[in-house]
């Protein structure tokens, strides 16, 4: 047997326990059925709203997370580049990683409108993932090949597409699809807590204070759904980038 | 009064260890100067210190700048093909040039490949062209013909000669060498 197969039969067997869980539980309230949730989901998708839920959800955690892409990169050009950059980096990285999403999301909503709490909150827990993947690929690049670039005065603009962006790729494509996952999952929580209009978080709080089980069930197959194409397309769109710079 | 190009009553040190105590060479301008010794004699921390890369821990190092260089390992980016290395420290400015010269190494069959997949010698002839195509006075060679047959080492010493009128200083531990490209040797203890 194969390994499509085996793995179709173990989601098949899993599909199976969750049918007869919610047959013994025997209260739609408490655990939705699979078939049920599946109607629930084609009801959704159905809907308009649903669509612009997830774009301007999907909008605002992705614009989080490519500015706290871009944050944590430069962070990281900076601590690799003076110890005095990676001292000061050091205390805002570990409160960033630290600090539990529902307290930081308490406080930022005092200062920020609900809309864009989702925005913050990806950007901050993303950007500590960029910053230690980036340091990471700078430290490892290979010295011997640095020094030959230095003996042939390689310019900074040849260094960096020819040298260091191959080096830093594997590490930057592992961290970008780690915290791409991680602000998915923190920038839907801080839109249930601060309820913007018209987002997955609303419908999820919505769905939630009316024990609709079958719905929150549904809304959190399509946030791992976007979850899932949103990586797959960052991680076309990044091989697509690197190849690009290796062949200029 | 400008100092000669070469070292001058340098000491260096590895590790409380001393390589060199009070070692002086002087090398005339446009003069082939082959180091050669043992294995460990300190031939490619004599480069090195040439690169600037070293520092004695007393005395005078005396070079000249730009140096092109073939280092000890070939230091090739594996990713990229041949024209891409050379690319690398040329600009596409380079590119017919450098591909002449890889064309001359005999591996012209070989331009569109990484050079992850070249055998030892093939990558040296990378490394050799990279060297090459970068115009300096002073050219640094650091065991440039390893891995490669005789005839290949011929061809190769013979394009040195044609492409580089500088100061050439090598190392390598095979007399031979210095025949081939018409160096004073000189031999570490």
């Known amino acids: ?248 | 009064m400008s100092r000669p190009l070469g070292f001058e009553r340098i000491c260096l040190r590895y590790g409380g260890q001393a390589v060199f105590e009070d070692f002086s060479l002087a090398i005339t301008p446009g003069e082939a100067v082959c180091l050669s010794g043992p294995s460990g004699c300190g031939k490619t921390s004599l480069l090195r210190l040439l690169m600037g890369l070293e520092t004695p821990s007393s005395g005078y190092v005396n070079s000249l700048r730009p140096f092109s260089a073939v280092f000890q390992e070939d230091r090739l980016l594996p990713w990229l093909s041949a024209p891409g290395n050379l690319r690398l420290v040329t600009g596409k400015v380079g590119e017919a040039i450098g591909i002449g010269l890889l064309l001359e190494l005999g591996l012209g069959d070989e331009l569109s490949k990484p050079v992850s997949a070249f055998s030892g010698g093939m990558k040296r002839r990378v490394a050799l062209a990279r060297a090459l195509l970068v115009p300096a006075p002073l050219l640094l060679l650091d065991e440039p013909f390893t891995g490669l047959d005789p005839d290949t080492r011929s061809r190769a010493a013979a394009l040195i000669l044609k492409q580089h009128h500088g100061t050439l200083v090598m190392a390598s531990h095979d007399q031979e060498d210095a025949r081939l490209l018409g160096a004073r040797l000189i031999r570490l203890p």
Request: aromatic share 10%.
């Open chain 1, 1 to 248: 047997m194969n390994r499509r197969a085996i793995r179709l039969l173990a989601a098949l067997f899993w599909l199976a326990v969750w049918q007869l869980a919610a047959l013994l539980v025997g209260q739609e309230f408490l655990l939705a059925s699979p078939l049920k949730v599946l109607a629930s989901l084609l009801h959704l998708l159905a809907l308009p709203g649903t669509w612009l839920a997830a774009l301007r959800s999907s909008l605002r955690v992705l614009l989080g997370f490519m500015l706290g892409s871009l944050f944590g990169l430069l962070l990281a050009a900076g601590a690799h580049k003076s110890r005095w950059a990676r001292e000061l980096a050091a205390p805002l990285v570990a409160a960033a990683r630290a600090v539990p999403v529902a307290s930081f999301v308490i406080l930022a909503i005092i200062l920020v409108s609900s809309r864009w709490l989702s925005t913050l909150v990806s950007f901050v827990i993303g950007f500590p993932v960029i910053y230690l993947a980036a340091l990471e690929g700078l430290r490892g690049r290979d010295r011997q090949l640095l020094e030959m670039a230095g003996a042939f005065r390689v310019p900074f603009h040849r260094r960096l597409l020819y040298l260091s962006l191959p080096q830093l790729a594997p590490h930057l494509r592992a961290g970008a699809v780690t915290a791409l996952g991680l602000c998915w999952k923190s920038g839907v929580a801080a839109e249930v807590i601060g309820i913007p209009r018209g987002s997955i978080g609303e419908q999820l709080y919505m769905v939630k204070v009316n024990y609709y089980t079958a719905e929150l069930f549904a809304w959190t197959i399509i946030i791992v759904l976007l979850s899932l194409l949103s990586a797959f397309l960052l991680k076309r769109l990044m091989r697509a980038l690197f190849a690009r710079l290796e062949r200029l």
